[in-house]
């Protein structure tokens, strides 16, 4: 049973995704699990096949390999983005140092996963950057909330129904990364990336510490829990 | 040696351009010494001629009466007569003179037959048997003879007419000397120009050769380095640009072959050490594999086990990667006060849960010359590791601060600590103390912090925190 199907897909009307990679044996991994979870999934297994299918059909989001035949990753992203198509495109890499990730982004990448990576990882960033380029443009409101959880940016108020919830900074900025990507999965690496901007793992796991004492004070006292723990992924936020 | 494979060569080329410039100059300055002493030797010779028919001439004019237009040619009979005969001495070298008239043929002189040479621009060249029997080289003018008549129909002249005769005076002069010198001059510069093209041909040989020599063995080098031996260096010959250029491949080289030694370590340490984990994890998926049913718990386990061998691979990369020197070039003015907080902060939840307390001693203001995210993971490391050991109840001691001109960070726990005699080994990659075996993590994150602070030229201190251990980083403080 592959990860992807522990949670639902990201929703009624299906999302497709082309997969740009040369190793078969991850494209069909991949493959598999994200049409498990409700994608619709083709795939390329060079540079020149994905450029082409990038450019002629509509997708939701590309999953592009740094190393391809024919056309490298990289260009691929570059000339897509040169003509103008702005599908959110995550880059799969053996290379995973700071420097190749900069460049990536560079390229007009969208996010960054090192290989080899949890399916779930995948899963969660994927589904991240869709929703990021359909909400592209609410970045500056000033209100964020999920059912009766309000969070007011501008005067840095948390209140759950008329409840004010008094948060530390670090919490503030973890509740507001996981309201901008609610009802999706959000995984220890993405809160590490998004929320203290650490581009490696310590090797305790104190993320969980870190949102087991937000939950004592968004959720505790609630009838309805609204930040869950995802089993083997991280966590989502949802009412 | 195959001939067509030397034509290809720049030996070859350089030599010929060698020769070319070589001939061109020594033909040059030969032809210019020909012509201002050869040369001048000819002009003088021409003069002399030159004279002698201007005195003939002159005194052929004064003879001229119109009325008996053959006075004149009388009187210049009589002369070439008398000076042909004459032993007219001038270094040697005798005179000629011969009179014809129009058909050619001889009126006086000292020749006997009209040379046949070609008259070029009044001036001939032939060859004439002198009084001792040789044939001897003559250079001589043609003068045409103009005879003035009068109208003869009168009692008095009055109108002069000019009539060319037809007769022709010669005067010429042995060239012998002259022809000899002209001779010795051409034969000498001929060789001297052979010897030069060959002189030339063998200095530019040598040349283009000694230059070649050196970029035939650069080339048998570099050949030996691709082969593998990257012990190999360019001989670096003279103080010219060759040496030059062998000099920055050599100090390449040497960046190449330090790379290459901290890859191979890395490769090896990998294939050492994750060699253990990795038979560990076959092993048990083997078991698995056995089962008839395997359960969730036993496959995650595995999981577990498979992201623990990744978690040291890429740690293992990571201290490569910092060792290399590869973060160096954006580095950057960074303080580690907030840094330092900032890593704090992710950990004390953690901490509070272990009823441990994380006592901050932090300055701001404490600026280094870095790497935010290394020191940061260095820091995460060394508090990370401080947590593990730290038994409930204790407390970890994180200070910051400035000294002069070096900025002290210190990360210390009232843990077991590190026996003295083993500080040492534990900033080695997988050096773990047996008795921590227990623990997780992967034993890479002292010598991590080791790589960073390397990186960051500064100093790193393992002491007794009497109890515990106690991590003291120097760094230079940014200027």
């Known amino acids: 049973m592959l990860p992807g199907s522990r949670w639902p897909g990201p929703g009624t009307s299906e999302l497709r995704v082309l997969i740009i990679e040369d190793d078969r044996d991850v494209s069909a991994y991949v493959r598999q699990g994200l ?5 619709n999934v083709d795939v390329a297994d060079d540079g020149r096949q994905g450029l082409l299918l990038a450019t002629t059909e509509k997708y939701d989001a590309l999953v592009v390999d740094r190393m391809l035949p024919h ?36 390229a007009g990448g969208d996010d960054y996963l090192v290989k080899p990576f949890a399916f779930s990882e995948l899963l969660a960033r994927l589904e991240a950057l869709v929703r990021r380029a359909k909400t592209a443009g609410n970045l500056n409101e000033t209100t964020l909330s999920l059912a009766d959880l309000e969070v007011d940016l501008l005067k840095r108020e948390v209140r759950r129904g008329s409840q004010l919830i008094d948060l530390q900074p670090r919490e503030f900025q973890l509740l507001e990364f996981l309201l901008r990507h609610q009802g ?55 009412a | 040696m195959p001939l067509p494979a030397i034509l290809r060569t720049s030996v070859f080329r350089l030599t010929i351009l060698y020769v070319v410039l070589f001939g061109i100059s020594a033909a040059g300055l030969g032809g210019f010494i020909y012509l201002t002493t050869v040369g001048y030797l000819q002009r003088q010779t021409d003069e002399v001629i030159e004279t002698e028919i201007s005195v003939l001439r002159e005194e052929f004019e004064r003879a001229q009466d119109p009325l008996r237009p053959t006075v004149a040619l009388n009187r210049l009979r009589e002369m070439i007569n008398n000076r042909g005969s004459q032993v007219q001495q ?120 000694s230059a070649q020599r050196h970029v035939v063995e650069m080339s048998r080098t570099t050949r030996k380095i691709i082969a593998g031996d990257l012990s190999q260096r360019l001989p670096v010959i003279g103080h010219d640009e060759h040496a030059e250029l062998a000099k920055s491949v050599n100090s390449m080289l040497d960046q190449i072959e330090h790379l290459m030694g901290g890859l191979r370590h890395v490769g090896d340490s990998i294939a050492h050490d994750l060699r253990g984990p990795l038979t560990r994890l076959r092993t048990r998926l083997e078991a698995l594999a056995a089962e008839p049913a395997p359960t969730r718990q036993s496959v995650d386990e595995c999981l577990t086990q498979a992201d623990g061998v990744l978690a040291t691979f890429n740690a293992l990369l990571r201290i490569a990667r910092v060792e290399s020197g590869a973060y160096r070039k954006a580095f950057a003015n960074v303080d580690l006060g907030p840094i330092a907080a900032d890593v704090a902060e992710l950990y004390e939840a953690t901490a509070e849960e272990n009823l441990v307390e994380i006592r901050k001693r932090i300055t701001d ?69 047996d008795e921590s075996r227990s623990k997780p993590g992967n034993g890479l994150g002292l010598a991590l912090v080791r790589a960073v602070c390397d990186q960051h030229d500064g100093k790193l201190v393992l002491s007794d925190n009497a109890p515990g251990l106690r991590v003291t980083m120097t760094l230079p403080a940014a200027r």
């Open chain 1, 184 to 238: 999706q999965v959000v995984t220890r690496t993405m809160l590490l990336e998004g929320v203290w901007n650490y581009h490696f793992d310590p090797q305790t796991n104190v993320i969980d510490v870190h949102i087991s004492r937000l939950r004592g004070k968004i959720d505790k006292g609630f009838d309805k829990p609204l930040l869950h723990t995802v089993r083997g992924a991280g966590y989502r936020l949802s």
């Open chain 2, 90 to 209: 001038l270094g040697d070298e005798w005179f000629y003179y011969m009179l014809v008239d129009r058909n050619t043929r001889k009126v006086a002189g000292n020749l006997e037959i009209w040379p046949e040479a070609e008259v070029n621009d009044g001036w001939i060249e032939f060859d004439v048997e002198a009084a001792d029997g040789q044939m001897v080289p003559v250079r001589a003018s043609i003068l045409p003879l103009i005879i003035q008549l009068s109208a003869l129909n009168g009692p008095r002249p009055t109108t002069l007419s000019v009539e060319e005769t037809g007769d022709r005076l010669l005067v010429g002069r042995e060239i012998r000397e002259l022809s000899a010198i002209n001779q010795r001059f051409i034969r000498a510069l001929t060789l001297g120009l052979g010897l030069t093209l060959l002189v030339a041909f063998a200095g530019g040989l040598a040349l283009a050769i």
């Open chain 1, 35 to 39: 049409t498990q979870a409700g994608w």
């Open chain 2, 365 to 433: 203001n404490s600026v280094v010359f870095g790497d935010r995210e290394l020191l940061a993971q260095a820091l995460t490391n060394l508090i990370d590791n401080a947590l593990k050991y730290t038994p409930v109840g204790g407390h970890i001691d994180l200070e910051v601060k400035r000294s002069d001109d070096r900025i002290i960070v210190v990360v210390a726990d009232s843990g077991p600590g590190i026996p003295a005699e083993a500080r040492e080994r534990v900033l080695q990659r997988f050096a773990r103390l």
């Open chain 1, 71 to 106: 056309v490298e990753g990289l260009t691929l992203i570059r000339t897509l983005r040169a003509s103008d198509n702005t599908t959110p495109a995550l880059i799969l890499s053996a290379l995973g140092e700071v420097d190749d990730r900069v460049k990536g982004l560079q």
